[in-house]
């Protein structure tokens, strides 16, 4: 599976736009781009995933670049309640285990 | 459906002793497995499973055991428990009949080794 990179941390003013970015630059042509959140000391929950169109979801809209080597997470309207770690994953879907690496903590701040 | 389950939700152990974290899924997922998450970090593969009777190695194996007897559980053995293991256990299962490839976590065991 191919290697992402994410800023460490981010901070969004509450009602603003989040745009959370990621680097895959080394994806192959069969893996799709997947986003999860873990909420404080919750499990991680499922959000968007895509393979090279855009995707828009109730909770997000994915933003995949032409060459699929980089994408970003967008969450429209951000609330105090979208504090989170985001996780971008690269992968070939049903296709053996899957890894997340450390994600990006999203502070919304008032 | 309720999910991903997972018990006991905090257990204390002692240097030394064995134990088992339960998960258990009724969502009929073949994909099954196991992630230990240390303070501050993000989420590490310990074990997983792609069906009954198939297991596999993660990122973190080592102290851990799993077995996969049946399609609904997944337990995880700790076999002599160290303060290194301190950490929040997540058991997730993932559908793989379609591309969405979404994984259901449970809530999580929190474990302290003393």
């Known amino acids: 599976d191919a290697k992402t990179t994410q800023p460490t941390s981010m901070d969004c003013a509450e009602g603003r736009a989040a745009n959370l970015p990621c680097n895959h630059s080394?994806?192959?042509?069969?893996?799709?781009v997947y986003w999860y959140r873990q909420i404080h000391s919750q499990g991680p929950q499922y959000i968007i995933h895509?393979?090279?169109n855009n995707e828009t979801n109730e909770m997000a809209s994915l933003i995949i670049t032409e060459d699929r080597k980089s994408s970003t997470l967008i969450l429209p309207h951000a609330t105090l309640r979208d504090t989170a770690v985001y996780y971008c994953i690269v992968r070939r879907p049903n296709a053996g285990k899957s890894t997340f690496g450390d994600g990006t903590t999203l502070t919304v701040k008032p | 459906n309720a999910g991903v389950t997972q018990t006991p939700k905090f257990q204390v152990l002692k240097t030394g002793q064995s134990m088992t974290l339960q998960c258990a899924q009724d969502m009929n997922h073949e994909y099954m497995s196991w992630y230990r998450q240390d303070p501050g970090m993000g989420l590490r593969l310990i074990h997983y499973s792609v069906g009954a009777g198939i297991t596999d190695q993660g990122e973190v194996p080592n102290g851990y055991n799993v077995s996969r007897s049946t399609t609904e559980d997944f337990p995880l053995r700790l076999l002599s428990a160290a303060p290194s293991q301190t950490s929040v256990y997540f058991c997730?299962?993932?559908?793989?009949?379609?591309?969405?490839?979404?994984?259901?976590f449970g809530p999580g065991t929190r474990l302290t080794v003393l």
């Open positions: 895509g393979l090279k």
């Open positions: 080394t994806i192959s042509g069969n893996e799709y």
């Open positions: 997730a299962s993932r559908e793989d009949r379609d591309f969405t490839d979404t994984q259901y």
